[in-house]
């Protein structure tokens, strides 16, 4: 075990956890930050994304111990009301259906509209990709982030 200083959401927290732990397990077991899903376990699914810097990474194949100095944005800060322009956009074209790889898909939407504002539908199919949703809510997905970007 060892102790961890970590940046999430823009606040310090500790952890004392071995550094093997997987980012998801810190946040959903440790820190109570249980809007990032476990879905397979293997970083196939995208359930688990977060941002990392600002970029989507898989939280359950991800080492407590490589995180260091970077910031750990959940699905919980990506905005305190709840009014980024994805999450806006994820409710006008009414995405969710059970929900669960939700936090997931907007993460991953959040952190390709950051590094490219207008992307085209080949651009947001490919960052899309990487996130399975077992409602097959796609077509919804990929209107959502178009409205987003717009925003």
């Not at 980012?23 to 990032?36: C, F, I, K, Q, Y």
């Not at 949703?133 to 997905?141: A, E, N, V």
């Amino acid at each position: 075990m060892a102790t961890y200083t970590l940046k999430i959401n823009g606040k310090l927290q500790k952890v004392d956890v071995d550094g093997q732990t997987p980012m998801l397990w810190v946040l959903r077991d440790h820190l109570n930050l249980v809007g990032t899903k476990y879905g397979c376990g293997i970083a196939q699914c995208g359930a688990c994304t977060v941002h990392l810097d600002g970029m989507a990474i898989r939280s359950c194949q991800y080492p407590v111990s490589a995180v260091g100095e970077q910031e750990i944005t959940t699905i919980e800060g990506l905005s305190e009301s709840g009014d980024h322009p994805v999450q806006e956009a994820w409710l006008e074209h009414d995405v969710p259906q059970c929900g669960y790889c939700q936090s997931g898909q907007i993460m991953t939407a959040a952190a390709l509209l950051k590094e490219n504002p207008s992307p085209t539908e080949e651009e947001i199919e490919s960052a899309m990709s990487g996130n399975i949703c077992r409602c097959g809510t796609y077509l919804r997905i990929r209107e959502a982030v178009k409205t987003a970007s717009k925003k």
